[in-house]
């Protein structure tokens, strides 16, 4: 009965997805709304999953080098304003800081959006020569962004990010670092988060503002929308020319070196949603699950139940993240239902008649599976199902990739299938802005990338027929 | 001759110890001037010992039941304002931002000085009954309080820090809360830092603003000043009142909770600078060190020195945080000058005559002293100095204290002292606030704390003469 009534509490995916998310993140308690227009509270199940986050990168980061420091939170309206397209991307979107104590401040500073000009103001500083190249730091910092419209992880006025900021002697140094750090948030996506990318490259449209080049991982939700997930961007020498920053190089010259920078947010949490959640609740990827397994007690009043079930959480924890719960105010179903939401990968439940029978119950969060298994087998089994929870989890998100992934080969075509459903649209494009532009306009689909891998399937463009250039992965995006 | 060169580079802390202190935290790379007043970028070296604090503190945190969480960086002003006494005490010196995008905010925010005030407004929407409590929740963030003079660690207008928010059904919890955090701290202080602490409460006049009670850890300095390193409030039922936190009793009476906050920052860095270096540059205690052990070659350029070096340095980074500095542009003896400086606790050197007699020399920062051992030793070698280089700086930090601390009898003596001398002074007070204020007015010194083990050497109060009630420390302070 308490499961129905539960099931009535969280809107249906099919019903409206948005209301579903905005309900899961908010009963699973990941957030809280602020008292402040567009800003989150992420709280303690929510952060703890932003932790495992930062765990499984930083220590990625610092294997491939990169060293953590900290700039300041505000930075002064002048170093905005120093290159051009930086600031045209982000002044409009920037808080401002106009009063210290009580006094006015003489400058404006703005909070962070991004830090690439006070980060460059500092490299111009410490840099001398090519011998020092290259610098490789990153920085775990709140950013804000004056959204209008927000929602919690996807888009909020403030969100926790890494942002790494390299320069390098050569640009052949600085495209590998691009390359590389893309790569590894690919990596991190498809082994940890279960979430398959496209890989590729944004438009000049696209670009983060200030970058020659920026690469982008786009992930597929259930609802049919891209979510672009992370980005690394080759700068060239736009910002160090723009700093200032100088080396002596090889050859006793002064030179500018190339730069790179790239970022994955809390936004990567609402793309775990998005992609694996049901109608139960989150669904949680054991390697990344801040419990991956809750022992459920039944008829826990009765005797050597409570024992039995701290003895397991014990034993258990010395390799999973496991957690007990032993609530004696609710019911064994309430329990169910609070856990599912919430995506424990593994339920195991526990009673008096199990104890006696040397067994346990065991449930999976994934394919929603209930099993019978013997107490001595516990530890290999759970091993063998962690595993083969995440490898489904990743399969599952892949068919929906897969199916959610279609061919467009004129802007008619393109229209009718963007009426009938969501999802990747594999175009060919000619290359012209005009025909990006036009998708957006009368379509509000956007390209999301050029992939690494073009699957070139005609030779000329869908939406104007001339001569096609590239394959464009294009959707309607988060 | 270099390293006479380098040693006439740092200020000396017997001639300008404000100096050598900045010299120190500038030429070591722990941080740099932001180039917006007040402000100071951590860079990579002061980065990764802010980062070994954290850690050691979160598990510990975690250990008692703690989970981190995240609150909004601005707080709209009338939230700041719910709390009389609290507002008093931070809105002098918040930064206020007033412009969101390109327009002007309906109600201005203020970048956290501390979260008491959001956090409130959160734990009064999710706070329902008794059986919920404690909270226990703890964020590692920056905050930003505009200050006048400042120095890079000590006293910044952004800094880093943690802070710990809990509720609880009873002051007794609430109390238990405060006292254990404040004894994690003197701990932590102790044990990892090697920082000996006065454990105390503060006066009511130096009590955070909306606190009941405030306990702090002080700790002495080179220079005889102390310095506060981290306090721990007892909040009561201000903040709860104010901010109506309400939940059912046991017994269906609706109660506010009692309440507590704690926090520590990257001020503790000024602190271990200050109680470890000497005129050589920094210290650091092993277990903290961001690198425990250095590698230095000798005539690197000769056959199978640098792969000796590299087997090395590879075998002891299984057991410790490891460094070879194999530059070639640089001398042996610049390269120790660059350790020293930084604070490296043991460095070994090693050349062609060392591998060919299967030893090495070995050189510990805190003594100075130099032994050559042979490398089959080398790893017992190492356990040893690591735990003898510990015990031995906080015995000199322990010395340092007790050398630095003196009786005054009345307040003549008191000033006396003081001319000569800096550091604790034992008095004894009547608990009027009118000596209080007459030490700081008349001699620029404040009360530190009522220590937890008073040691009432008189009947009378220092200041007045009047019948004491407390033993306190008083000092000149950071």
Same mark, same amino acid.
């Given at each position: 009965m308490e499961n129905k009534e539960f099931v009535k509490d969280l809107t249906k995916m099919e019903d409206d997805f948005a209301k579903w998310y905005t309900d899961i993140v908010l009963k699973a308690e990941l957030v809280d709304y602020a008292p402040i227009k567009g800003f989150m509270v992420i709280r303690p199940y929510g952060y703890a999953l932003w932790e495992n986050i930062q765990n499984v990168l930083d220590t990625e980061f610092k294997k491939l080098g990169h060293k953590n420091c900290y700039f300041p939170a505000l930075i002064p309206e002048s170093l905005l304003n120093k290159e051009k397209e930086h600031v045209e991307g982000f002044a409009p979107e920037v808080a401002w800081v106009t009063h210290g104590g009580d006094k006015e401040l003489e400058e404006k500073l703005c909070f962070?959006?991004?830090s690439e000009t006070i980060i460059c103001t500092m490299y111009a500083r410490w840099l001398h020569s090519y011998r020092e190249l290259p610098f490789k730091y990153n920085q775990w910092a709140n950013v804000v962004r004056w959204e209008k419209t927000t929602r919690p992880?996807?888009?909020?006025?403030e969100f926790l990010w890494q942002e790494g900021h390299t320069i390098h002697e050569t640009p052949e140094e600085a495209m590998e670092e691009t390359l590389q750090m893309h790569k590894v948030y690919a990596d991190f996506l498809r082994n940890y988060m279960a979430m398959p990318v496209i890989m590729g490259e944004k438009s000049e449209k696209e670009?983060?503002?200030?970058?020659?080049r920026t690469y982008t991982v786009e992930a597929m939700m259930h609802d049919g929308k891209a979510l672009q997930a992370g980005t690394s961007h080759y700068l060239g020498q736009h910002f160090s020319k723009a700093f200032d920053i100088t080396f002596q190089g090889r050859d006793g010259k002064i030179e500018n070196p190339y730069q790179t920078s790239w970022g994955v947010s809390t936004r990567m949490i609402g793309g775990l949603i998005m992609t694996h959640g049901d109608n139960r609740g989150l669904k949680m990827p054991p390697r990344i699950a801040p419990i991956q397994v809750v022992i459920v007690p039944i008829a826990q009043q009765k005797e050597g139940v409570l024992e039995k079930v701290e003895t397991l959480r014990e034993t258990l924890s010395k390799k999973y993240r496991v957690e007990a /719960?032993?609530?004696?105010?609710?019911?064994p179903g309430f329990k169910f239902n609070h856990w599912e939401l919430r995506g424990v990968p593994l339920r195991i439940e526990i009673g008096p008649k199990d104890i006696e029978a040397n067994q346990c119950i065991i449930f999976r969060r994934d394919t929603l599976e209930k099993e019978t298994i013997s107490l001595d087998a516990l530890d290999e089994k759970l091993e063998v199902l962690m595993e083969d929870i995440q490898n489904n989890m990743l399969k599952m998100a892949e068919e929906n990739l897969e199916q959610r992934t279609f061919y467009a080969h004129d802007f008619e075509e393109y229209k009718k299938l963007f009426a009938e459903r969501e999802g990747f649209a594999k175009i060919m494009w000619c290359g012209d802005r005009v025909c990006e532009d036009k998708v957006k306009e009368e379509n509000s689909t956007t390209f999301r990338c050029i992939p690494f891998?073009?699957?070139?399937?005609? /030779?000329?463009?869908?939406?104007?027929?001339?001569?096609?250039?590239h394959m464009i992965y294009a959707a309607r995006q988060y």
């Open positions: 962070r959006p991004t992880f996807l888009r909020t006025s670009r983060f503002a200030g970058a020659e /719960d032993t609530r004696s105010e609710v019911t891998e073009e699957d070139r399937f005609q /030779d000329v463009c869908t939406i104007c027929g001339k001569k096609a250039k």
